[in-house]
């Protein structure tokens, strides 16, 4: 089955860790992307990658970091310099091939982040 | 300033009691806008892309329009298995989506 996989489904992190969120997808989709989801709010976008070996900031990057060596993955780090990490974190993918209609985002099913 | 607003909230209809929710964006040059649905602790499923003012798309009872300041999401005659929260985005810039906030649907039986 084609889809995009995340895990763990649940993660607990101490004050002062880094902790890393993993990110698979097998949709052969070039673009992947970071979306952090609070209470009563919209999904904001952290990082997204349009291509292997490269990423950009999205609009809430501070204390978190990326990379995406494989087309497949793309880890999200939740630093000790991310100030309020707790949120159900989102990751999702989209086919990215220059075409003038924009493809749909595919999410996964999420991994919910706690600090104890 | 928000790109993309939802109303209403919340909303609870009785099955069978057809009813919108609303999207409202404020951005310019609209690429595509997207219709997601959200059960609790899941990620958004896909439901419909609309690209330009005009157009429509159905899915069994969800019925989504877009004109060029608001896309409605129509539900006719719910049942309770629609009860979720329903996410709508707007692609404006290049690979960036922003999200409203949500309408979370209760439908009782």
């Known amino acids: 089955d084609g889809g995009i996989t995340q895990s763990p489904k649940y993660l607990f992190r101490k004050e002062g860790q880094n902790v890393t969120l993993s990110c698979e997808q097998n949709?052969?989709?070039?673009?992947m992307y970071w979306y952090r989801q609070d209470p009563g709010q919209g999904l904001r976008l952290i990082y997204y990658?349009?291509?292997?070996?490269?990423?950009q900031k999205g609009d809430i990057a501070e204390g978190y970091s990326v990379s995406r060596e494989k087309k497949e993955s793309f880890p999200l780090t939740v630093t000790s310099a991310q100030k309020n990490p707790t949120a159900f974190y989102l990751c999702?993918?989209?086919?990215?091939?220059?075409?003038?209609?924009?493809?749909?985002?595919?999410f996964g099913p999420g991994t919910r982040l706690t600090v104890l | 300033e928000d790109q993309v607003t939802q109303s209403p909230e919340a909303l609870r209809l009785q099955e069978g009691e057809s009813s919108s929710l609303n999207c409202s964006y404020t951005?310019?040059?609209?690429?595509?806008l997207f219709w997601y649905r959200q059960d609790p602790g899941k990620g958004p499923e896909f439901l419909f892309t609309?690209?330009?003012a005009g157009e429509e798309k159905e899915k069994e009872r969800l019925k989504a329009t877009l004109t060029k300041k608001e896309s409605f999401l129509h539900i006719t005659a719910p049942k309770p298995e629609d009860s979720a929260t329903y996410l709508c985005?707007?692609?404006?810039?290049?690979?960036?989506?922003?999200f409203g906030s949500g309408t979370k649907l209760n439908v009782k039986p």
């Open positions: 999702a993918s989209s086919i990215d091939n220059g075409r003038a209609l924009p493809d749909t985002q595919y």
């Open positions: 949709l052969n989709h070039d673009a």
């Open positions: 990658s349009q291509i292997v070996n490269d990423f």
């Open positions: 951005v310019s040059g609209l690429r595509g």
């Open positions: 609309l690209y330009s």
């Open positions: 985005a707007v692609l404006y810039n290049f690979n960036k989506f922003y």
